[in-house]
């Protein structure tokens, strides 16, 4: 795994403080919990969550995962404040190396994370902060939540994959929108243009969340690895390419003891009962 070097801005208060982590009934609940500064992450914090999701990839005890934060935001994006001051020239290449060490990461290891990934989304997510969100498996959001990408504002381009998840979740035109003009969109309209999943009201928020977890954490869990592969991809490949992804994520399926037992549970017209293997 890249790393870059530890950021003299990240806080003082213990880490495990800050990025809460418990997990329950096989679902891993990384919790953003710095809600002064309305859960704006720092390097310290990426470096925790990009980890625990990686973790859960490999731990067969995690059948899911759940993203959300405390306080009135969900995430603000980034956390810039206090940022030292260059020194020294600036070397060509050195803010892409930043981003894809940085933003792209974080937002790599939702992505490729081998078990369902859940955001509740709790307040305001803005920027990369949005950005964790949608590149979540499924979306959540509370009633006052509110999704901004505000690079616009700052006079920059959208880092953190938004680029390549928005079009793919609203399509290009709706994408352009928002990242032209950063309007905040409330949580019925990121409902309505398909950028979250459920909106419930704030009290429901995490009893929604830990129900839809449930359902994840008692399923067959690689094949809805395999099935989020299979998505994931799909808007990248040509038919061919699909079609062999898909042939041969059956093929990888077929082997595990979830499909069997699927398949017995149907023969014997009894529901089946899935141990995530």
Known sequence: MTTSSPDPTASPEPLDSLILHTTDNAVSWITLNRPEAMNAVTWDQRERVIALLDEASGDPGVRAVVITATGRGFCAGADLRGAPAATGERVPGDVARTVRRGAQRLIAAVLDCEKPVIAAVNGTAAGIGAHLAFACDLVIAAEPARFIEVFAR???VPDGGGAYL????????????????????SAAEAERLGLVNRVVPADDLEKTAREWARRLATGPTRALALTKQLVNASLDSDRATAFAAEANAQEINMTTADANEGVAGFVERRPPSFRGR
């Open 154 to 156: 700052r006079g920059l």
């Open 166 to 185: 928005l079009p793919r979740l609203i399509g290009p035109q709706r994408a352009k929108e928002l990242m032209f003009f950063g309007d905040s969109v």
